[in-house]
């Protein structure tokens, strides 16, 4: 069964940094996509980042390009999402997603919500 826990928000002044963690358990093999997800109240999920391990560069929404970055550690098997620069329009609930899409589809699809493995979020607030 695959699970995904996240961790690392919190609260923070503007112009800070957060870094959060996505911690993958339960895959057979290597090479899946990643997605980095946020909802604010009222809002509609929307995508931030994603990645393909098998080292596909990454793909940002463009609210959050040049502040933040998303990385793996295989030896962890987690997935990170660096947060600098933070706005008080960053503050939601951040989810991370996966699904074991190839490189093509991951870079197609990857911002997008049709993944099948969701974590049960973690909430970032900016003030």
């Known amino acids: 069964q695959v699970q995904l826990v996240e961790s690392g928000g919190g609260s923070v002044q503007a112009g800070g940094s957060l870094r959060l963690s996505c911690e993958i358990s339960?895959?057979?093999?290597?090479?899946?996509?990643v997605g980095w997800f946020r909802q604010a109240p009222g809002k509609e999920r929307e995508g931030v980042a994603s990645?393909?391990?098998?080292?596909?560069?990454?793909d940002y929404a463009d609210a959050v390009k040049g502040r933040f970055t998303i990385y793996e550690d295989r030896d962890k098997n987690t997935l990170y999402l660096q947060m600098n620069s933070l706005k008080p329009e960053d503050t939601a609930m951040y989810y991370c997603?996966?699904?074991?899409?190839?490189?093509?589809?991951?870079?197609?699809?990857?911002?997008?919500?049709?993944?099948?493995?969701w974590g049960q979020g973690t909430q970032v607030t900016v003030s």
């Open positions: 997603a996966a699904d074991l899409w190839g490189p093509d589809w991951c870079h197609q699809y990857g911002m997008g919500t049709g993944y099948r493995y």
């Open positions: 339960g895959y057979m093999y290597r090479g899946y996509c």
């Open positions: 990645i393909h391990t098998g080292g596909n560069s990454p």
